[in-house]
């Protein structure tokens, strides 16, 4: 493979933003027809590296060639033109348009001026059939699931004859048949010579799909290895620079233990809560001190539930208890006063306050529970902020910086630090770990774990039902919007027991949807 | 792989050009220079009577009504929307005071010319509050739900003043427009006052930053418990509120209500100055201090055009040439490309001298 020549090869990259070095002398090549991943924790640098491929940032130090040709971007079009198509790890598509127009958005087949829409429909249609994508392509795209957006988004990227395709986190919406059917697609790409670049914080997937690796931390090259001659665990303790034999002991934490009895009142009680075409109406008991597991597929309503238990969303029947007590959460703002807090799963849009502050960020919900008229005093801010940061490990350490500029898994971390300053007695966490690496996702665990252990209540939903199943005392299954069977965690569950129960096809059902 | 660090007295200079007011300030500046030069006197400033006088003055009195209703727009501004019924509320709440102070026996006193302001004032923040609670409630869409008021809101003055200009005698209450204290206009207290009282609202409790996030993310602001809802509404009462005092102000000195015409366009001058100040109009950040330099360019201009001997019909196109200037200056899009052009600049020297290194 070394004896043809890099389709991508950077040198010495350098990139600095205000008070950060981003990247740091990175070398980085890739090979027509390789799948290469770029490996690193949250904040190592992957995005920038690629944004500075793409043209989006402007290099402070190093080269760029492209095919033997050195270059320097000034937008992502120009990279297109180049060859280099990326697709984002947020999908980044046009809601309100068609699919078609999504797809062939920029290569729109013309009849003189004006767009030719039978021959850009039915051209959108091959590109999408390419990828096994069975939809109309006259659907309004926001009409559609997530994963089938990303599935848009990638047929849009092969659409422009690509050198260089790369995919910023594709997987983290889609679910397992439609990775397979993605990565069938990379592999023909594969085949046709194309350079994949890939990006993702599922171990499993990179093992799976990638020729050769480059690793990256706080902006520096570790190196970069043949996927085949690093094992697993080498590659973690890469990332995170951290002894191997120290990760072992967190992967082996052991199943939470049931606690055998609780004397006192349940901490939450849901009795009947259910709102119209949302979620049925469920029963649901968190004591102190207990972790319960919510799985079901993404749809399936334990997103709704948690909106219901948070005063979100206005449930239209049942009601709810609070340590023994009936209480009424009209709004985000009474549940806060009530000790209950809520991280939603869509950070970007449900989270983040972009512009404003990480300090902002983190202090935001302590304020609103305050009340607009008496502000948090500075030193108690700083106070909290500094707390959070640095429990939270929150990289760059710098709290003035603005929330949009930090990596997502930061993000993350910032906003946990915000529910966490509210000092809650229950925490709902929507996928807390979603987009977050190895060493975060062990670190966030564990501290789920030690605030129960304190007597938080913790609602714990994820897709990953093995970190379900590490931290969770029960698990309630939801499916087709009903809550349904609760699960004692103990060794005989395993993720394989949970896919089969929400698998099963109820009585009367049609059966999952794919 | 080290970047040259650049000496502390560019880091200065380019701390400087690169701050939010420093445009603004440049083309504030600029005009009144430009101004000084072609009539000596413009810049200068007289005693007559324990009051000042001069161009200047002049300049600041006109800045007061605009910066009222800029204040008030600068924080619905921040909330992602806009209040159009700014000019129209200064219609009414002249309307109402000049009515009130026709009918009342008592013109001449000064208690009298308090319970005018004060109904006029209160008159126009019920009116906020029914944009706010448009917006908010109803969740009509800020541009028509304060449009609705905009167009309605001269027949409702037209309704008041019986269609006639209400002309009324009245020292005291043409005091606030036309007296002085201090030294200095009326006008100028009033919007100082006013200044100081909304910064310090806005920035020593919450309210600033909350109005900012909402503006910037609503939905996560309400999940972070912001009550959005109350907070918006708020902004649109401090419009409305400020708008009425604006009306006063302006209207005071020829004590004429004409529904018709008082505030006209007003809501247009708002929204400059605003945004010359360097908030955005998609909601977020806003600046106070900005605002009060908009203000300040925005009345400057029309002065001068008049010592330019600028043709008056063209005084809008002159208006439109600066505030261009300044938006292009503050331009988020120019501002980056001159960064990556100087970014790459500095990558090329450095390319070059180690290119000359390795040879030998």
């Known amino acids: 493979m070394d004896q043809r020549e890099p389709v991508v090869e950077m040198t010495g990259i350098t990139i600095e933003f205000p008070g950060v070095k981003a990247l740091d002398g990175v070398d980085f090549r890739l090979y027509p027809g390789e799948v290469h991943a770029l490996m690193g924790e949250n904040g190592a640098g992957k995005s920038t590296l690629i944004k500075a491929l793409t043209g989006v940032y402007a290099i402070n130090g190093g080269r760029i060639v492209v095919d033997g040709v050195e270059r320097s971007f000034n937008n992502t079009s120009e990279a297109q033109e180049a060859g280099i198509s990326t697709v984002y790890q947020e999908v980044n598509l046009v809601g309100n348009l068609s699919v078609a127009e999504n797809v062939m958005l920029g290569h729109e087949p013309r009849v003189g001026p004006f767009i030719n829409w039978r021959a850009m429909r039915a051209k959108a249609r091959e590109y999408l059939d390419r990828l096994h994508v069975d939809v109309h392509p006259g659907t309004e795209l926001s009409s559609l699931s997530v994963a089938v957006q990303q599935l848009c988004a990638i047929a849009r990227a092969t659409v422009v004859d690509a050198k260089v395709l790369i995919l910023d986190e594709p997987t983290s919406s889609l679910q397992k048949n439609e990775v397979d059917e993605l990565f069938a697609v990379v592999r023909e790409l594969k085949e046709r010579g194309v350079a994949i670049l890939f990006v993702s914080h599922f171990l499993d997937q990179v093992y799976e799909i990638s020729d050769r690796m480059t690793v990256l931390r706080n902006g520096k090259l570790v190196g970069e290895y043949m996927t085949a001659e690093l094992p697993r665990l080498e590659l973690v303790s890469k990332m995170i620079g951290r002894a191997e034999d120290e990760l072992g002991s967190i992967e082996e934490r052991a199943h939470r233990v049931a606690a055998a009895t609780h004397d006192t009142a349940p901490r939450v009680q849901a009795l009947g809560l259910g709102k119209e075409g949302r979620i049925e109406p469920f029963d649901l008991s968190i004591y102190p001190g207990q972790i319960v597991g919510l799985v079901g597929l993404l749809g399936s309503g334990r997103t709704e539930a948690a909106r219901l238990l948070y005063g979100a969303d206005r449930p239209d029947h049942g009601e709810l208890r609070l340590d023994g007590e009936t209480v009424r959460l009209h709004t985000p703002n009474a549940a806060l006063r009530h000790d209950v807090a809520f991280s939603s799963e869509d950070r970007k849009r449900e989270g983040i306050i972009g512009d404003l502050t990480v300090r902002e960020n983190i202090a935001l919900a302590v304020q609103t529970v305050r009340g607009v008229w008496r502000r948090v005093p500075k030193k108690e801010v700083d106070e909290i902020v500094e707390r959070y940061m640095k429990a939270l490990n929150i990289y760059p350490n710098n709290p003035n910086m603005l929330m949009k500029n930090l990596s997502g898994g930061n993000q993350q971390k910032v906003l946990l630090a915000r529910w966490l300053a509210t000092a809650p007695e229950v925490l709902i966490l929507d996928e807390p770990t979603r987009g977050i690496d190895v060493g975060a996702k062990a670190e966030v665990q564990r501290l789920v774990i030690e605030l129960a252990d304190r007597g938080m209540s913790v609602l714990f939903i994820s897709s990953e039902f093995e970190e379900v199943l590490r931290v969770s005392e029960r698990v309630r299954i939801v499916r087709d919007h009903v809550m349904g069977d609760e699960l004692i965690n103990g060794p005989e569950v395993t993720p394989e027991v949970l896919i089969e129960r929400i698998a099963r096809t109820p009585a009367d059902g049609e059966g999952e949807a794919a | ?360």
């Open chain 2, 1 to 360: 792989m080290s970047t040259t660090t650049p000496s502390p007295a560019v880091d200065i200079a380019r701390r400087v050009t690169q701050h939010k007011l420093f445009w603004p300030v440049v083309a504030l500046l600029v005009l009144l220079v430009a101004a000084g030069v072609r009539s000596p006197g413009f810049l200068s400033v007289t005693v007559q009577d324990g009051h000042l006088f001069g161009q200047v003055i002049d300049i600041m009195r006109g800045a007061a009504t605009p910066l009222l209703l800029a204040l008030g727009m600068a924080l619905v501004i921040a909330t992602g929307g806009i209040d159009l019924s700014v000019g129209a509320v200064m219609a009414i709440s002249l309307a109402v005071s000049l009515e009130y102070l026709d009918a009342s026996s008592s013109a001449g006193e000064p208690a009298t010319a308090v319970v005018a302001v004060a109904l006029g004032v209160a008159v126009a923040l019920v009116l906020g509050l029914f944009n706010g609670f448009m917006v908010t409630v109803l969740g009509i869409q800020p541009f028509i739900a304060t449009m609705i008021l905009m167009v309605a809101g001269r027949g409702i003055a037209m309704l008041i003043t019986k269609g006639q200009i209400t002309t009324v005698t009245a020292p005291p209450f043409k005091h606030i427009g036309s007296g002085f204290f201090l030294g200095l206009p009326m006008p100028v207290i009033i919007a100082a006052v006013a200044f100081v009282v909304v910064v310090l609202v806005v920035r020593r409790t919450a309210l600033g930053m909350l109005l900012e996030s909402i503006g910037i993310n609503r939905e996560a602001s309400r999940l972070a418990g912001v009550q959005a809802r109350n907070v918006t509404w708020f902004a649109y009462a401090v419009s409305g509120l400020l708008a009425g005092l604006a009306g006063l102000v302006y209207g005071a000195p020829t004590m004429a209500a004409d529904a018709n015409n008082i505030g006209l366009m007003k809501e247009m001058d708002a929204i400059m100055c605003v945004v010359l100040g360097g908030t955005s109009l998609a909601g977020g950040k806003f600046y106070m201090g900005g605002t009060v330099v908009g203000a300040l360019i925005l009345t400057t201009i029309e002065r001068v055009v008049i010592i330019f001997h600028i043709p008056s019909q063209l005084t809008p196109l002159f208006k439109a040439v600066v505030i261009i200037a300044v938006c292009i200056a503050q331009s988020p899009v120019l501002l980056q490309k001159i960064n990556m052009s100087r970014l790459r600049r500095a990558s090329r020297r450095q390319a070059e001298i180690a290119n000359q290194e390795v040879p030998a």
